[in-house]
Structure formats: C-alpha cells, structure tokens
C-alpha cells in the first residue's frame, strides 16, 4: 500500500530532472501520472532540454513500478496544448488529484534585445499558471497543487547579473511565491491545497551548463565542472554544492499526501540554507 494509491498526478517537465524525479516517487507512492515535457529547444537556452526519447524513458520507469502513464509532448505556454494532455489523462484514469507544475528553464544571457526575458517568463511563470489553469477544473476536495520556484531566484541579485534570462527567472519565481499565497486563499473553502517548492541549486542541467558555470568562476573563459565544484557552496549556508532531485521530489511526495492536508498557500524552501545568508558576490 502507497500513501497515494488510487490517485493521479499531472507532471511537468518530466522528461527528466526534477520532473522525472517527481513522477517516479508519485509513482512508487501508487499514483498513476499524466506526464508532459516540450521535447523541443529554445532558442535562448544554451543547454540542451528534455527530449521525446527521454520523456519515453520517464514512461519505461514509471511503467516498471507497475503504474499506469499517459504522456504528451506539450508546451506549457500553450494552454490548449495541456488541455489536451489533461484531457487524455482523463479519459484513461477518469480523475486527477494533483498537479505539479514543474517545468522550468534558465535562459542565457546572450543576446541584445529581450528574448530570453519573454521565455523565461513565458515558461517560469506563465506556463506554471497554465498549469494550474488546465487542472482546477477537474480536482476535488483534497486535491494538491505543487508548483516550482526557486531559491536563487528569490534572493536579490543572485540571477539578475546573468542579463534578461537571469532577471525574467527572479522575476517569475518572486512571483509565484505572491501567487500562490493568493491563489491558496481563494481554493482553501474547496479544500484543495496550492503550496510552491523552492530548490536552491539542484543537480540537473539547469544547474550544470557554461553560463551559470561562468557566474560562479567569471574568472575563467570556459569553467568546467571541476573548476565550479569548490564554488558552489558559496550559495548555501550548508558546505553542500547541490541538493538532489530526489531531495525535491521527498517534499513533492509530502505536499501530495494527507500527511499534508491542512498545510496550504506556503513557501517551502528546500535550500540547505541559501536564504540565510548573503547572496554570494
């Protein structure tokens, strides 16, 4: 028996990363999911995103826990695209209960003009509320609601210095932390729960890629790995250089259970600290 039997998760951005790493824990709790990811690059990003053939291997695990999974390619900035990846999940499962808004990206800071501010917003933010949007029809008392910010993006200039990519992602996750304060309150008489998450600097490719790379070594041309590694600590209070996926995805699985119920409309920082300290210079 799973704390989620019987239940039915909405999971974005689950080709990989996080989002894998939360469909894979719904799963082993019972959930059955409905998984999306773009499969597709954009432009301003300088790290390569999920692909179909790794959101099929998200489909090829979850189905090894013995869980029934409906995917989609799926934009979240285009709601009738989610609409349409509920709706299939939907007419498979007949019910969702909770939703995981966790499709995120991190721009680069090339460029003139202000592009990657539009797609970091766009999906950060707006794809987040498309999310939510798509989904609230169709949840019941005591469905959850978890959405993705950030840590980093909630500490004044830590990202802003990366140009319109880095403030669009501050602005965007400052941003959901108010709406879902908001948001929580008007959903709390229905008894259905909205609370966000906030990683501070995880393991995924969000995190390991050249530009965040040269903002924690600008000293270097083309920092590597190794050369971040020492560097990274400077973010948390904790001497860590990262948190796992996984470490996300035990709050994830808190927030989706009863064990929750009355908790609603709150930040959870998963951050070893970051906050309590000055943003690294």
Known sequence: MGSLDGKVAFVTGAARGQGRSHALS??????????????????????????????????????????????????????????????????????????????????????????????ATDVDLIGVMNTVAVSLPHLQSGASIIVTGSTAGMIEGATEKLGPGGSGYSWAKQTIARYVEVLALQLAPQ???????????????????????????????????????????????????YIAPQDVSNLVLFLASDQSRYMTGLNLRVDAGAMLKPAPV
């Open 26 to 119: 719904l799963a082993g709790e019972g959930a059955d999911i409905i998984a999306v990811d773009l499969c597709a690059q954009i432009e301003t990003v300088n790290y390569p995103l999920g692909t179909s053939d790794e959101l099929a291997e998200t489909v090829r695990q979850v189905e090894s826990l013995d869980r029934r999974i409906v995917s989609a390619i799926a934009d979240v900035r285009v709601r009738h695209e989610l609409e349409s990846a509920v709706a299939a999940g939907l007419r498979q499962f007949g019910r969702l209960d909770i939703v995981v808004g966790n499709a995120g990206i991190f721009p680069g800071p090339g460029g003139s003009r202000c592009e990657a501010f539009i797609d």
């Open 191 to 241: 008894m259905i729960r909205l609370n966000a998450i906030h990683p501070t600097n995880c393991d995924t490719l969000l995190l390991h890629n050249i530009d965040v790379y040269k903002a924690f070594r600008p000293d270097l041309e083309v920092p590597t790995r190794e050369d971040v590694i020492d560097a990274f600590p400077a973010m948390q209070a904790m001497p860590i250089p």
